[in-house]
């Protein structure tokens, strides 16, 4: 992750201050949390066997990074310019905006552009850092696959949760499971999980079977922090 931000960094040199300071909010950005999704990669390519450990550490990174930009992303839909304690990438740029003198309108604005913009170069270089990964051929294709499963399944249950917040009507256990499912299970717990026994060369049904496993985690982890939240 520090290689990452760092070659933003030297690629920015030339660009503006600001250019060169959302990669140094990104990598902000990137810091501190559980890493909860390079350890359950680890975990199971270690499982299965797995011995590379270059080669896992270069997805596990992929997988941090697209954790990112889902993060400053989701900050962005929920107008939020704060994240643990301390100004997110949105809320450094609305203050830096302010401190120029720009309106309250303008501030924002440019705070939701810097979100959008540091989400989306955290999105891409995690496709690129498993696109260039040392696997084979075949191993980095189903892992590209994994990958694109998740993004899109994730921002369909991200745009579903904002419609039913939005919406009066009631909310069905359906529905709830089916977002936690959607927004969390599919890249938080599926996908490591699956990555690193693709890895290590587990069997197709190995894998399957897996897949149950990290929906099923998932979920229940997504409603347990739902819990915590509403009894704070």
Request: net charge negative.
């Amino acid at each position: 992750m520090d290689r990452f931000v760092g070659e933003g960094l030297r690629r920015a040199v030339g660009q503006s201050a600001d250019a060169q300071e959302l990669w140094r909010q990104l990598g902000h950005a990137g810091r501190g949390g559980k890493k909860l999704r390079p350890a359950l990669l680890f975990a199971s390519y270690d499982c299965f066997g797995g011995k590379d450990m270059e080669l896992v550490c270069e997805v596990g990174a992929a997988l941090e990074l697209l954790h990112t930009a889902f993060v400053i992303h989701d900050d962005v839909i929920d107008r939020d310019v704060v994240r643990r304690g301390s100004s997110n990438v949105s809320g450094f740029f609305t203050e830096r905006a302010r401190a120029r003198g720009a309106s309250e309108d303008g501030a924002v604005t440019l705070g939701v552009a810097a979100g959008v913009l540091a989400g989306d170069l955290a999105l891409a270089s995690a496709i690129q850092q498993i696109a260039m990964c040392e696997a084979s051929q075949e191993t980095t294709r189903q892992l590209l696959a994994l990958l694109d499963d998740a993004v899109r399944v994730s921002a369909a249950g991200e745009l579903d949760d904002v419609v039913t917040s939005l919406c009066r009507s009631t909310v069905t256990m359906e529905q709830v499971l089916a977002i936690a499912e959607q927004k969390t299970a599919w890249y938080s717990f599926r996908l490591p999980l699956l990555a690193g026994a693709v890895l290590a060369g587990a069997p197709q049904g190995t894998v399957d079977q897996l897949a149950v496993v990290g929906r099923l985690a998932g979920i229940g982890f997504q409603l347990v922090d739902d819990l915590r939240r509403l009894r704070r």
